[in-house]
């Protein structure tokens, strides 16, 4: 909550947390965090299920080789942060825009101008997420498939 606000205000956070604690009170702790949930408990189970057919998977092993660490976790990447994009947009409107009396405001607002648009807000800056998803996960699933290479694991 604090750290969306401070990202947006460019107040430092200590400043952005007293503000927003004056005008809300505790309550503003816990606002969106349903989305926060949503968020996190869809996109662990992703992860953690993509990981294990793709880090397991024979078909990669065999068209990838030494390789295929690196593009098992370029696909869990993308995969889970396909579950985690649009959630993390709804967590942060509702940390953003007090206007919100619920996640029905801001549904509406984000769909407003029909479906297709719609999606489109959910998944705004796909590009330089997904990008990041595949770059990070596909290194660190090569550096772990390395270590373990060099461990006799």
């Known amino acids: 909550m604090v750290k969306c606000n401070t990202q947006g205000s460019r107040v430092p ?8 604690w004056h005008a809300h009170g505790a309550r503003m702790l ?5 989305a926060c949930a949503a968020r996190d408990v869809g996109q662990t189970a992703a992860y953690f299920g993509l990981a294990e ?3 397991r998977s024979e078909y990669l092993q065999r068209q990838f080789g030494s390789h295929a660490a690196l593009i098992a976790g370029m696909l869990t990447g993308l995969g889970h942060c396909h579950v985690e994009l649009p959630f993390d947009c709804i967590k942060t409107r509702m940390h953003t825009n007090w206007e919100y009396r619920g996640y029905a405001d801001c ?8 479906p297709f648009v719609g999606f489109r807000r959910l998944f705004r800056g796909y590009l330089p997420w997904m990008s990041r998803a595949m770059l990070c996960h596909g290194a660190s699933f090569w550096a ?6 060099v461990a006799g694991l």
């Open 13 to 20: 956070l200590a400043e952005t947390f007293w503000q927003l």
């Open 107 to 114: 549904m509406r607002d984000v769909f407003q101008d029909g």
């Open 53 to 55: 057919f793709f880090g």
């Open 30 to 34: 816990y606002r969106g965090f349903l």
């Open 144 to 149: 772990i498939a390395q270590a373990r290479r």
